[in-house]
């Protein structure tokens, strides 16, 4: 069977979170519709411009995968996402269009591809191509009606910083790339690059972000976005201290925040993701303020992909 194909636009946002949402709630009813906000970023890309595919068998009325190719250039990695409507039978042949792309992109990338957990087919598919699991995410969550008080008698100041000003947007750069420095697949980002992306995000996604200083040095972060407002809730899309600092409840001190800001806006969750086999105390830390996790990803990897 052939597929018909088109690029993907900003017009047919719709079309992709229907076939996303319709792939997310037949795996796991628990989770996390995504909303414009998510499938925009799905379509533009989320570092460089992403190559998107709408699939469908030729028969159908109806467009029943949706493929996003993320490259990231500076880290010479792509991110595969693929979202079939069940039962469509659309997934082979869409996987093979995406390595197909990312081949005549740049065939020395890494390729990193996301899979649900409870995704069995997808997941075999991807290990009958030679690729293997190499780290699992979850998401975790919280009710923010029902949490215990968020106030802690913090050990730093917390500031909300404007992202616009050089010098906070520096300060908070260091900052960021020392906490997440020993974290799995981290790659350093010049100012300058990671700066345009924490701008974008701030004017399309409404990040925020604050620091936590300790004797005036800044040593923790906290962002947050309005990934998720459309499903009333609080999205924590970073959080960190620098490596000298942990231990010190800063990190702690820091999600407090986090649900105290969200409880303030009347948001009913607050949401965050962590990689399983981070090794720094974080899910320790989630679970320690009522987060349980709901949500679980797999990520894949073949090192001879393009071969």
């Known amino acids: 069977m052939a597929l018909t194909s088109r690029p993907a636009t900003e017009a047919d946002i719709e079309l992709v979170k229907g076939i996303a949402n319709a792939n997310l709630q037949y795996f796991n009813p628990k989770e996390k519709r995504i909303g414009d906000l998510e499938a925009r970023e799905f379509i533009k890309g989320f570092f460089d411009p992403a190559m998107t595919r709408l699939t469908k068998s030729p ?53 990193w591809l996301g899979a649900q957990s409870n995704d069995h087919s997808y997941k075999s598919l991807l290990e009958s191509r030679g690729f293997g699991l190499i780290r699992k995410y979850w998401t975790l969550e919280m009710d923010l009606d029902q949490t215990v008080s968020a106030s802690i008698n913090s050990p730093g100041a917390i500031r909300e910083i404007d992202v616009k000003d050089d010098a906070e947007l520096r300060s908070f750069h260091s900052v960021h790339q020392d906490s997440f420095s020993k974290h799995f697949g981290f790659m350093p980002r010049s100012y300058e690059e990671w700066s345009k992306f924490v701008l974008q995000d701030s004017e399309e996604l409404g990040l925020r972000a604050w620091l936590i200083s300790v004797n005036g040095e800044d040593v923790g972060f906290l962002d947050c976005n309005d990934e998720l407002k459309h499903e009333d809730c609080g999205y924590v899309a970073g959080l960190g201290v620098r490596l000298a600092h942990h231990g010190k409840g800063l990190g702690e001190a820091l999600l407090r925040h986090a649900i105290q800001i969200h409880t303030e806006l009347g948001r009913k969750k607050l949401c965050l993701n962590v990689d399983a086999g981070n090794e720094s105390g974080a899910l320790r830390l989630y679970e320690k303020v009522g987060m349980k996790p709901f949500s679980e990803w797999h990520q894949y990897e073949n090192p001879d992909w393009s071969k």
């Open 59 to 111: 028969d159908s009325d109806n467009w029943e995968s949706f493929i996003t190719l993320n490259p990231d250039r500076s880290r010479k990695r792509y991110y595969l996402d693929i979202y079939t409507v069940p039962g469509a039978g659309t997934l082979e042949l869409s996987l093979t269009m995406a390595l197909y792309l990312a081949k005549e992109f740049d065939p020395s990338f890494q390729l």
